[in-house]
């Protein structure tokens, strides 16, 4: 599209402007007042501490700007596109950031959260957004806990379909599309709670911690004289002691086999078969959380 090219001071006006261009320009410590653009474009533009009060930038580009520490009070950004942006250290105070882009900039994650959209849905698709944006940059720190905010919006937008308290879910969700959100979320939440979505490979210790006790109190309390010493000399069962039953679940649940205590009714094996799987599938889970972290 055609753009008038005009300088940066003459844009400091009541009045919208469309479709102009500023480029190669530096400025800093200006006052953009009131300004009001449309599908207009920043192009190589220098505006480092620039000051946006009261601002309507809408549909606009801003492509190699530098407008670190530039602060933005109650502007309105809605559809804009960053690329290759230095904003870090920006501050943004009342801003309305509904479908903006962020691409290959520093940005001051801290404030860009600070002004995410109320609806669920857009705040997703602007997470995202942020979240591509720092692995786009190396960010990979950021770029997890970007991960675990959109999860948990995620998590939050699924119980709002499973509600169904305002006229937009009413319109668009029936009984089926209900329940298969209420799995997704719990789904969603088993992740969060066993290993943080992959990204807390405490939380995948902390479980499988307890797992073994929750096991090691079944064998104890909930069997008998009912398993084959191999310590002993011929077919003797014994009844396991409260750390042996530690021990038992300990060796059956990392997968190494059932140690010195063999199951010998159907109830220990069925204990002993339901933890030994739950071993491989944690093994499972921390080979992939390893490599995660090993591939980045």
């Given at each position: 599209?055609?753009?008038e090219?005009?300088?940066?001071?003459?844009?400091?006006?009541?009045?919208e402007r469309e479709?102009?261009?500023?480029?190669?320009?530096?400025?800093?410590?200006?006052?953009?007042?009131?300004?009001?653009?449309?599908?207009?474009?920043?192009?190589?533009?220098?505006?480092?501490?620039?000051?946006?009060?009261?601002?309507?930038?809408?549909?606009?580009?801003?492509?190699?700007?530098?407008?670190?520490?530039?602060?933005f009070?109650?502007?309105?950004?809605?559809?804009?596109v960053?690329?290759?942006?230095?904003?870090?250290?920006?501050?943004?105070?009342?801003?309305?950031?509904?479908?903006?882009e962020?691409?290959?900039?520093?940005?001051?994650?801290?404030?860009?959260?600070?002004?995410?959209?109320?609806?669920?849905?857009?705040?997703?698709q602007?997470?995202?957004?942020?979240?591509?944006?720092?692995?786009?940059?190396?960010?990979?720190?950021?770029?997890?806990?970007?991960?675990l905010?959109?999860?948990?919006?995620?998590?939050?937008?699924?119980?709002e379909?499973?509600?169904?308290?305002?006229s937009?879910?009413?319109?668009?969700?029936?009984?089926?599309s209900r329940v298969?959100?209420y799995?997704?979320?719990?789904?969603?939440?088993?992740n969060?709670?066993?290993?943080?979505?992959?990204?807390?490979l405490?939380r995948?210790?902390?479980?499988?911690l307890?797992?073994?006790?929750?096991?090691?109190?079944l064998?104890?309390?909930?069997?008998?004289?009912?398993?084959?010493?191999?310590?002993?000399?011929g077919?003797?069962?014994?009844?396991l002691?409260?750390?042996?039953?530690?021990?038992?679940s300990?060796?059956?649940?990392?997968t190494?086999?059932?140690g010195?205590?063999?199951?010998?009714?159907?109830?220990?094996?069925?204990i002993?078969?339901?933890e030994?799987?739950?071993?491989y599938?944690?093994?499972?889970?921390?080979?992939?959380?390893?490599?995660r972290?090993?591939?980045?």
């Open positions: 599209m055609d753009l090219i005009i300088s940066i001071k003459e844009i400091n006006l009541e009045v479709k102009v261009c500023i480029r190669y320009e530096e400025e800093d410590n200006l006052l953009l007042q009131k300004v009001r653009l449309f599908k207009s474009t920043f192009s190589n533009v220098g505006l480092k501490k620039a000051n946006f009060n009261s601002c309507s930038i809408n549909n606009s580009l801003f492509e190699n700007c530098y407008l670190r520490y530039a602060t009070n109650n502007v309105d950004l809605t559809g804009s960053f690329i290759n942006c230095d904003l870090s250290n920006i501050k943004l105070n009342s801003c309305n950031i509904r479908y903006v962020f691409k290959n900039c520093q940005i001051n994650l801290k404030e860009v959260l600070g002004c995410l959209p109320q609806e669920t849905n857009l705040k997703i602007l997470l995202k957004e942020l979240r591509l944006n720092q692995i786009s940059i190396g960010d990979n720190k950021g770029a997890d806990e970007l991960l905010k959109i999860l948990d919006a995620e998590k939050s937008l699924l119980m379909r499973v509600k169904c308290e305002t937009y879910h009413q319109e668009r969700e029936d009984f089926v298969k959100a799995f997704n979320y719990i789904l969603l939440s088993l969060d709670l066993i290993w943080g979505y992959g990204l807390k405490s995948l210790f902390r479980a499988a307890t797992i073994i006790i929750v096991f090691a109190i064998i104890y309390f909930c069997t008998n004289a009912e398993y084959l010493s191999t310590t002993t000399a077919n003797v069962l014994v009844e002691s409260f750390w042996d039953s530690i021990y038992v300990y060796t059956n649940f990392i190494m086999g059932y010195n205590y063999i199951p010998n009714t159907t109830t220990t094996k069925i002993f078969v339901t030994n799987t739950l071993g599938i944690f093994l499972g889970f921390l080979v992939s959380g390893v490599y972290r090993i591939s980045k």
